[in-house]
T-cell receptor, first 113, second 112 residues
Framework: GESVGLHLPTLSVQEGDNSIINCAYSNSASDYFIWYKQESGKGPQFIIDIRSNMDKRQGQRVTVLLNKTVKHLSLQIAATQPGDSAVYFC????????????FGAGTRLAVHP | EPEVTQTPSHQVTQMGQEVILRCVPISNHLYFYWYRQILGQKVEFLVSFYNNEISEKSEIFDDQFSVERPDGSNFTLKIRSTKLEDSAMYFCAIVRGGETQYFGPGTRLLVL
C-alpha cells in the first residue's frame, strides 16, 4: 500500500504467525532489491536482498519473493516474534553498481503476544 | 554493531545556522551515501560520494548542501543555512559485500 503523510499501512499479526509484507517497485530497469527493517529512532537495518535474475531467496526465517512481471516484491517472515515489530522498507537499485537506493513507503509490522 | 557511527546523535539548531553532520566508518570504504528521512516518511537519497567526488545527487541536495571527506576517515554533510524543512533524520551509508548499503544510526536534526 501507499503511505500518506504519517499514516503508514500497518500489518498486525499474532506472535508465531507468518507475516507477508508487500512492496510495489517503480523502475522496471531495477536489478537489485533489498528489504530493510527500521526500529524506532534507528537506522535501516539490512534484512535480505535479491537480484533480478532470481525469483526467490531465503534467509533465516525470512524469504523474499520477486515478481518482475508486475514489479512486486514481498517479504515473508516465518514464526513472527515481538522483536520483529518495526517498519519494513523495500528498496530498489538500478543499473547495478553502487547507485542510489530508492525506498518504498514502508509498512509497519505490529506483533501481538 | 553498525558499519558506521554518526555524530551528533541529535542536533537542535536555529533556522539559518550552519550544521555539520559526521559519519565515521568502522573500516575503509570507497562509497559513501547520505540519505534523509522526514518524520513518518520514507528514506530519501541525498548524495553519493566515491573516490572523493560526488557521483550522484538528488534534487534535494541543492547549493545549501555539501559533502566532504576532510581527513580520509570522516565523511561530513554540511547544511549551510538550515531551513525548517531540513528537520529530519540524516543517515550515512556505506557499501559492503558488493552492492549492499549499510546504514548508520542517524542524526536527528531539528531546526527551530
Amino acid at each position: 500500500g501507499e503511505s500518506v503523510g504519517l499514516h503508514l499501512p500497518t500489518l498486525s499479526v499474532q506472535e508465531g504467525d507468518n507475516s507477508i509484507i508487500n512492496c510495489a517497485y517503480s523502475n522496471s530497469a531495477s536489478d537489485y532489491f533489498i528489504w530493510y527493517k527500521q526500529e524506532s529512532g534507528k537506522g535501516p537495518q539490512f534484512i535480505i536482498d535479491i537480484r533480478s535474475n532470481m525469483d526467490k531467496r531465503q534467509g533465516q526465517r525470512v524469504t523474499v519473493l520477486l515478481n518482475k512481471t508486475v514489479k512486486h516484491l514481498s517479504l515473508q517472515i516465518a514464526a513472527t516474534q515481538p522483536g520483529d515489530s518495526a517498519v519494513y522498507f523495500c528498496a530498489e537499485n538500478y543499473s547495478g553498481g553502487y547507485n542510489k537506493l530508492i525506498f518504498g513507503a514502508g509498512t509497519r509490522l505490529a506483533v501481538h503476544p | 554493531e553498525p558499519e558506521v557511527t554518526q555524530t551528533p546523535s541529535h542536533q537542535v539548531t536555529q533556522m539559518g545556522q550552519e550544521v555539520i553532520l559526521r559519519c565515521v566508518p568502522i573500516s575503509n570504504h570507497l562509497y559513501f551515501y547520505w540519505y534523509r528521512q522526514i518524520l513518518g516518511q520514507k528514506v530519501e537519497f541525498l548524495v553519493s560520494f566515491y573516490n572523493n567526488e560526488i557521483s550522484e545527487k538528488s534534487e534535494i541536495f541543492d547549493d545549501q548542501f555539501s559533502v566532504e571527506r576532510p581527513d580520509g576517515s570522516n565523511f561530513t554533510l554540511k547544511i549551510r543555512s538550515t531551513k525548517l524543512e531540513d528537520s529530519a533524520m540524516y543517515f550515512c551509508a556505506i557499501v559492503r559485500g558488493g552492492e549492499t548499503q549499510y546504514f548508520g544510526p542517524g542524526t536527528r536534526l531539528l531546526v527551530l
